[in-house]
């Protein structure tokens, strides 16, 4: 197009296109080392490297196997994500989390809540979340929500406990 000056308009328009990545769990070891070290990545390194809309899965040598959040803190989330832990694709799931902390198979103060999330719309699938404590009145043993959106769940709730 050509303006009455006889130069010609021209439109730039910049598209910003980030790529959702896929960040794989390697180890059962709940671990934050920032994946630089240690026995591989692990599912409390993979949400805290996460970007909104990434999705975390699993190696497929941890199929059947148990993440215990053995280091006493809960696994909080903060921004969009999918945590997929269906490995095969058959809607059973693949791994368990548990929040028995102190891996002696009683609930206990030395257990912990599995997921807090605070931020983002999350999709849990494919996972078995077991042995979860809380005491807080506000509950969420194995998933406490804020006023955030958990989104296509297909999760397994097992023993989940909230003592107050």
């Not at 920032?34 to 490297?49: P, Q, V």
């Amino acid at each position: 197009m050509t303006e009455g000056n006889g130069l010609a308009r021209v439109s730039l328009y910049i598209l910003r296109i980030k790529s959702m990545a896929q960040i794989t769990v390697t180890t059962l070891v709940d671990e934050n080392d920032g994946g630089a070290g240690g026995t591989g990545i692990s599912l409390r390194e993979a949400i805290a490297l996460a970007n909104p809309a990434d999705t975390i899965t699993f190696d497929p040598s941890l199929t059947g196997q148990t993440i215990t959040l053995t280091s006493g803190q809960q696994l909080t989330i903060n921004t969009s994500l999918t945590i997929d832990g269906d490995l095969n694709d058959d809607g059973t799931p693949d791994i368990t989390i548990s929040g028995d902390a102190n891996q002696n198979d009683v609930s206990d103060a030395g257990d912990v809540r599995v997921f807090d999330i605070t931020g983002g719309s999350v999709r849990l699938e494919g996972l078995t979340i077991t042995k979860g404590r809380s005491t807080e009145t506000l509950g969420g043993a194995g998933i406490r929500l804020g006023n955030n959106n958990l989104n296509d769940v297909n999760a397994s709730l097992e023993y989940d406990n909230t003592y107050r």
